[in-house]
């Protein structure tokens, strides 16, 4: 299905059921709806949730940008889908820079917003300077810039970002979802112009202090790539956050983890 925010066509698949209540997901840095764990999107519906996965601008199936645009396009886009499945409000969940762009969903459009849940993620009132010195682990960074110029093939490359995200087992959803990729159209880890276009999306709302939207802050205790810090700055930020550490867990969702997360999302 397709939603439209002006000129941008917006990617998005409704997981059911009809009866649950909706859950905008926001995968990370120009990856596609399609990187979602299967077994936590099941999580969620048995907890009553109805996800609905969607690719915002410059991922997935949705439009690439000819030209710069703000992170205020980004949140505008989530609020399209919205729109156009006639939702007045939803439930937030981004993992890594969807995260960001769910921050700034709840601060743009509070009204639309019942709950934001962000996972893996930078703080939205950081700039990329604090980004990069604060947050960043910079041995798994350049380690994965490495393996992105190396790498021989997409599945090759994605196999190796799975390891690096501590997901076990990732080599099989890895080629499995890379496939479903390249069904349709799509090279999600190997569009370095699109994952520029986002991370330079400048962002002039408000900072996390004004949030009023209940929210839950995640992160894995074994996250190689981003350091806990970010998560407690964000939980120290947003007025009621509830944060969670999760032992042993990595950049993506262990399937360990996923009735966890499921049933504290369920519980904000």
Known sequence: MFA?????RLAYDDLGPPG?????????????RFWWPPGLLTALQAEGFRPIVLDVRDSGESTRATVQ????????????????????????????FGSVVA?????????????????????????LAKVVLRYFRWGTQLRLGRLTRRAGSDEELAVAI??????????????????????????????????GRQIRAR????????????????????DRLLRDRAARDIAAAVPGARLMILPG??????????ATIARAMRDI
Not at 103 to 123: F, I, K, M
């Open 203 to 222: 962002w002039h709302g408000p900072r996390l202090r004004e949030m009023r939207v209940p929210a839950l802050v995640l992160h894995g205790e074994a």
């Open 103 to 127: 921050q700034r969903v709840a601060l743009r459009h509070p009204d639309r917003v019942r709950t934001l849940t962000g996972y893996a993620a930078g703080s939205s009132d950081a700039g």
């Open 249 to 258: 867990a990595g950049h993506v969702p262990p399937p360990d983890s996923w």
């Open 162 to 195: 799975m390891a690096v995200a501590g997901y076990p087992g990732g080599g099989d959803f890895a080629r499995t979802t890379v496939a479903r990729d390249r069904e349709h159209g799509i090279r999600s880890f190997r569009d370095v112009s699109a994952q």
């Open 20 to 32: 649950g209540e909706p859950i905008l997901m926001l995968m990370g840095l120009a990856a596609s």
């Open 69 to 96: 645009y703000s992170a205020e396009d980004l949140t505008d886009d989530v609020i399209a889908v919205a729109d156009h499945l006639g939702l007045a409000d939803a439930h937030l969940f981004g993992l890594s």
């Open 4 to 8: 439209v925010n002006g000129a941008v």
